[in-house]
């Protein structure tokens, strides 16, 4: 088959869950013989060359900016495919529904990816909200197949708008690395800090994770992993928050090897998200064997399981708790390690997930 991914900034990976989604998936269906495309943004991908890992790269320019940096770069990559024969597109992001009847019209299959309840978050103005809610419908109008991450999000449009889906996952590799180089950068030590890895927007609660960790006696350090390009603001409080602890450490984006280093030899893991479907830096957590500490959305107690530690939504106080029994006995968190590797293994595995994604296009095109 002749395959399409789009919605995204691009491959290689270096920005967030979408583009490291693309970057697994990508190269496993060419090694199942498809050929494959990712259209990339101009301003985010640098990468020179036309192909990576066997995926056909096209790079299209859009305008930076909160609200039109998607649309816009989606609008233009639908626009480029119709000069193209593919025989399906797999467009990222409930936000570029609209978009989805283009390539229709052509004939050609479309499933949309729609993450998780996107109009929730907190940095969309009510603009951005009612676009994400119009978005919602038309994902349940327009594309030939919807593909939802998590159980939750299948079932929010089966009850509100009737739409059946396919709950396919996000994956995670079940590895480790040895080096410490990175670490060293940041002045971490393997084991001695807690992760925390998400963009650094309000809803993902940074804020909440920096004030629980300076109420907990320790001397590890909190590494708080990530950026965000439209949240100046929230970005300087937080950075205001964490000033007066020394063992707070902002590393900003991290990507690649980096981020193998920090995920692999972390203490423990903090999820402190409230909004999306399967949380990427969640299942990849579990993948590198840490004991994982979430936030009791529905979503995260999906993933997690009975494997790791779940405190009730936004509670402070009972994260501070399960933070400091994580501190205080470390003997007792191997069993949860062993758990979250077994659990990414038997629902999680990239291999599980290109093989439903695989399936989904050729039941579309067959």
């Known amino acids: 088959m002749r395959i399409a991914i789009m919605g995204i900034r691009g491959i290689p990976a270096s920005y967030g869950g979408y583009e490291t989604f693309a970057e697994e998936l990508a190269p496993r269906l060419v090694q199942r013989g498809h050929e494959v495309t990712v259209y990339c943004r101009t301003n985010n991908v640098k990468y020179p060359e036309q192909f990576y890992i066997g995926v056909r790269l096209v790079k299209l320019p859009t305008i930076s900016h909160k609200y039109l940096d998607t649309p816009v770069h989606t609008l233009l990559s639908v626009l480029h495919s119709l000069f193209c024969r593919y025989d399906v ?79 396919i996952p996000y994956g995670a590799n079940i590895t480790k690395v040895q080096t410490t180089q990175v670490l060293e950068r940041f002045g971490l030590k393997p084991q001695r800090y807690i992760l925390y890895v998400s963009r650094l927007e309000p809803e993902n609660n940074a804020h909440i994770v920096i004030q629980t960790f300076k109420q907990v006696k320790t001397d590890l350090k909190l590494a708080v992993v990530g950026d965000a390009p439209y949240a100046t603001s929230y970005k300087a409080y937080l950075k ?72 009730r939504k936004n509670d402070v106080a009972d994260l501070a708790a399960k933070l400091q029994w994580a501190v205080d006995h470390p003997a007792e968190l191997d069993k949860y390690r062993h758990a979250a590797v077994d659990r990414v293994r038997n629902n999680y595995s990239w291999e599980m997930v290109t093989e439903a994604y695989e399936r989904l296009f050729l039941e579309l095109t067959t």
Not at 109 to 134: C, F, M, P, T
Not at 261 to 273: M, P, V
Request: charged letters at 20%; glycine letters at 10%.
């Open 240 to 311: 205001h928050l964490a000033s007066d602890d020394p063992r707070i450490v902002m590393t900003g984006f991290v990507f690649g090897e980096g981020y193998k280093e920090l995920q692999s030899h972390a203490y423990c893991y903090i999820q402190a998200t409230e909004v999306g479907g399967t949380h990427p830096a969640l299942v990849e957590a579990m993948g590198f064997g840490n004991l994982v500490i979430a936030n009791g959305t529905p979503e995260n107690v999906e993933v997690v399981g009975d494997a790791g530690l779940i405190y």
């Open 89 to 167: 597109i797999l467009m990222c992001n409930a936000a570029n529904a609209i978009f989805t009847i283009i390539p229709r019209l052509r004939g050609v299959k479309v499933a949309l990816n729609v993450d998780g309840i996107e109009r929730l978050r907190k940095k969309w103005n009510r603009l951005g909200q009612n676009w994400y809610l119009i978005s919602e419908w038309l994902a349940a109008k327009l594309p030939n197949a919807i593909v939802a991450d998590a159980r939750v999000i299948q079932e929010y449009y089966r009850e509100k708008y009737g739409a059946a889906s396919v709950m």
